[in-house]
């Protein structure tokens, strides 16, 4: 095993490294302070300032490594191909996935998810679940980064549904379809936003659901289990 390289003294007394970092945030200052004063005088034209990324108008495109979203893979039928081994959960750092398992219609899968939901405001995206799953069920390869939208924790946890939706969007509209999907729920939210000086509109929590993920009766909740009490089988 290699060896971990020590800290120099200059590092360990951390001032050469707080230069460093103040030298760059004045660079980026400088330049775009004299790049942003030419455009005004119709100069440097071609040349950019440093800026933000304007999503949603522009966004990067994602590295095919990106550890993005979650999505259930599916079977050539169409069926879900998790089998409800509780590998993905167990191997969770966060808690954040709930599998509720059921005998399976095909004779030959012994069980499936009755319910897959994942808990994206505790998932700390560490892709450890992919490396957990024995039959290649779950993936992070959807070039899709966290929902960053919504004003209820239900918002936030993805249903077996939306999970599986992902996939059928991959073999149908290619990596990019499930961006274009997001950020037109995005746009769709953005149109129905509560507004207090219009009675007339809906709140956010009678608003329905985003019309490109399949329409399912809504979950009970989930019920609160001590998990390491329940890995310990007493």
Known sequence: MKRREEMTFWEKIYIPEIVKGLAITSYHLGRNLVINAAHLFGLAKSRRAFTTVQYPEERKRYSDHYRGSHRLTLRENGAVRCTACYLCATACPAQCIYIEAGESPDPHVEKFPVRYEIDTLRCIYCGLCVEACPC?????????????????????????????????VIAEKGREGNMEEMQAWYREQEAQVYNPERPELKTYTERALPRHYAQTEPSPEIPAIDRHHARSGN
């Open 136 to 168: 290649d069920a779950i993936r992070m390869d959807t070039y899709v980064h966290p929902r960053i939208w919504g004003f209820d924790r239900k918002d936030f946890v993805e249903t077996k549904e939306m999970l599986m939706h992902r996939s059928r």
